[in-house]
């Protein structure tokens, strides 16, 4: 045939060829090319359909491929230089066949290329398997981009040496280091670990190295910025053939989860301490109702006997008796103060007085190792609160200031001027309010507090003192009468530097805008008593002492044991009775107040005088009993209890006169 060329013979030729082998073979000088049989087979073509030119098989390659392969070739038969090319070889129903051309030039005696022979390997299933790889490598790349956090894989040699074979971008967000340099070097990622918890950290990955378990752990880093990060990290470990242990991690950003962690757990104490105050509220009340139904019984019958015209060593006896009934009145107060349910006594002060009266007092209780000064800021607002309260509250803080410097130092006591803005953290603080404060401070250079006891020093029975030397009561008595004045109380310390705290109240400038329209009423002391009194209360010793003090003021009284039965015997005859004097809790199904309402509701002039043994109750008066001239907290005097019913009485007097004695 005109395309053959001479092989050495057919049996030659099959056996240099081969049935099974994509071969070709191009003779220079004649420029023919010879296919063997597999490679028509591979590329579907016929022999009878080819031409043997160098040209013609060219033009089967990819026009994008044709133009390299040629110089290549060209390359190898000038210089010798290996040739071998990745082209594509169009098949016979069109479509391109990836394919791997090698090939070498047989040279004569003089070097010059006379032939060149070669082979073509099929590479689709390479190329197929390539192109799946980097797909699934890009797939993994964009995963791992778009996951949140950092992806990577840790290695730890047998020597201890580590390495990071792959790193995400999201190490950028985290750490803020790229890729290349954590992988560049790995210790970066520990150099920024926490310094408080870099010893957890290190003992993490040995117990997962020595064990072979699942790592997960918290930490903290400062990163490059100096921003404090919040991490979990995850991972699971394998042993590599050279003994090596990688690590397959994950590690997130919790940062805003452990501020909503911390947050809600700030809130759970907050709620905590709410609710013991609450508690321990309701326990202080208790115990103050019968403390003071006991002080009340006392006083008014030594009230009685001491006007019974008794020897002047007698009454003196009496006298006493009194103040000490007085007195238990205040401890009541002052226990009820921590837990915010005590009545005050507010009044517009100068707290420079209040602070100079006091002087010779903290003079007294501290010893000569520790100085005392005073600075008193000159025009200072007057501020609205309850002086003895104030008085207690310093000399608390002057106390656990003494006591906080054991070896000596200096006391500072310092008041000042404070307006309150938006841009004032304080006026955050529980209760506050934007406007004008005073401020009393009290600095020391004690011990200090640790940060962590800051916010528990106020909490009822917590002391830092020690058994036996602190009761826990005397800074949660201060916050409460500072919350209940509508303050607040501000703590400063510095372990080994001292404690600075201050009290703010408002100063009676801001209380009488809050107040602006509200009348104080003028207190009468009138000591005879006018008018009909019904009297409703449960405790037999308080009922019969009011029995005896009333009737020998000159009321005209009437008594019950319990508001049922008041209002039985009463609710349809009492047109007569001036004012009503109840208790606020009681057996049976009425009460003080719904007592009131419904006597009221008939008789809308009788006036009503509500007393109890909970402080909280006397506070004020609840919405809707506008009939309710007083609220009195036992112990009362007689003194107060009278003025209270001869006001009552005088106001049921004036209603009667304009002709509102019964509502038909």
């Given at each position: 045939m005109a395309n053959e060329i001479n092989w050495g013979g057919s049996r030659k030729s099959v056996e240099l060829l081969g049935q099974h082998v994509a071969m070709w073979r191009w003779e220079l000088a004649s420029d023919r090319v010879q296919w063997s049989?597999?490679?028509?087979?591979?590329l579907g073509i016929e022999r009878s359909e080819i031409l043997g030119s160098f040209k013609a098989f060219a033009q089967l390659a990819h026009p994008d491929d044709a133009i390299e392969n040629e110089r290549l070739v060209e390359l190898h038969l000038n210089t010798g230089n290996p040739y071998r090319f990745r082209i594509r070889m169009r098949h016979a129903d069109g479509h391109y066949i990836s394919m791997l051309s090698q090939g070498t030039a047989l040279r004569d005696a003089d070097g010059t290329a006379v032939e060149m022979i070669g082979t073509m390997t099929g590479m689709s299933d390479n190329v197929a398997a390539i192109t799946r790889q980097v797909e699934n490598e890009q797939t993994f790349r964009s995963l791992t981009d778009n996951v949140p956090g950092a992806i990577f894989q840790y290695l730890v040699g047998p020597t201890g040496t580590d390495a990071i074979r792959y790193m995400s971008s999201g190490c950028r967000d985290i750490w803020e280091l790229s890729p290349a340099e954590i992988e560049d070097i790995p210790t970066r990622i520990w150099d920024l670990v926490h310094q408080d918890d870099l010893a957890?950290?290190?003992?993490?990955?040995?117990?997962s190295a020595e064990k072979m378990q699942f790592w997960t752990y918290r930490w903290r880093i400062v990163t490059p910025s100096g921003k404090v990060k919040h991490l979990d990290g995850r991972g699971i470990p394998k042993t590599l053939a050279d003994g090596s242990i990688s690590w397959d991690c994950v590690i997130v950003d919790i940062t805003s989860e452990e501020e909503l962690r911390?947050?809600?757990v700030r809130q759970q104490e907050i709620l905590g301490q709410v609710q013991k105050m609450d508690t321990i509220g309701r326990i202080a009340g208790g115990i103050a109702h019968d403390f003071n139904n006991l002080l009340a019984i006392v006083l008014g019958n030594a009230e009685l006997i001491k006007d019974t015209g008794l020897p002047p060593d007698e009454i003196e006896s009496f006298d006493a008796i009194i103040r000490a009934c007085t007195r238990g009145g205040e401890l009541t107060r002052r226990l009820l103060?921590?837990?915010?349910?005590?009545?005050?006594?507010p009044e517009d002060l100068d707290a420079n007085d209040v602070v100079a009266q006091l002087g010779a007092m903290i003079s007294r209780i501290m010893p000569e190792s520790i100085s005392i000064k005073t600075i008193l800021q000159h025009g200072l607002w007057e501020c609205h609160a309850d002086r003895s309260f104030l008085e207690n509250s310093l000399l608390n803080l002057c106390i656990n200031a003494r006591d906080a410097m054991d070896t000596g130092g200096k006391l500072m006591i310092e008041t000042q001027n404070i307006h309150l803005t938006?841009?004032?953290?304080?006026?955050?603080?529980?209760?506050?309010g934007l406007g004008d404060y005073v401020a009393i401070s009290v600095t020391d250079t004690g011990t200090g507090i640790p940060s962590g006891n800051i916010s528990k020093v106020i909490e009822p029975f917590f002391s830092t003192k020690g058994p036996d030397l602190g009761t826990g009561l005397g800074l949660a008595m201060v916050h409460g009468f500072a919350q209940q004045s509508a303050g607040t109380l501000l703590i400063?310390?510095?372990?080994?530097?001292?404690?600075?705290i201050r009290l703010l109240l408002p100063s009676n400038a801001l209380v009488a805008g809050r107040n602006k329209g509200v009348a104080n009423p003028k207190k009468v002391t009138k000591v005879a008593g006018y008018g009909a009194i019904l009297v409703v209360e449960d405790e037999p010793g308080i009922l019969s002492m009011l029995r005896k003090m009333l009737t020998a003021a000159g009321f005209e009284t009437y008594f019950c044991g319990d508001a049922d039965r008041a209002f039985a015997q009463f609710g349809n005859d009492a047109d007569h009775i001036d004012v009503l004097l109840t208790d606020m809790v009681m057996p049976g199904k009425l009460q003080g107040l719904s007592l009131a309402a419904k006597m009221t509701e008939r008789y809308p002039r009788m006036r009503v005088v509500c007393i109890s043994g909970y402080a909280s109750e006397a506070q004020q008066s609840p919405a809707g009993y506008d009939m309710v001239d007083s609220f009195l907290t036992k112990p009362i005097?007689?003194?107060?209890?009278i003025d209270a019913l001869n006001r009552s009485v005088e106001k049921a007097r004036l209603v009667e006169g304009l002709g509102l004695s019964r509502k038909i």
């Open positions: 049989d597999d490679l028509l087979e591979i957890g950290m290190q003992e993490s990955v040995l117990a911390c947050e809600l103060s921590f837990a915010r349910k005590s009545p005050l006594e938006q841009a004032d953290p304080e006026a955050y603080a529980e209760g506050m400063e310390s510095q372990l080994g530097e001292g404690t600075r005097s007689r003194i107060d209890l």
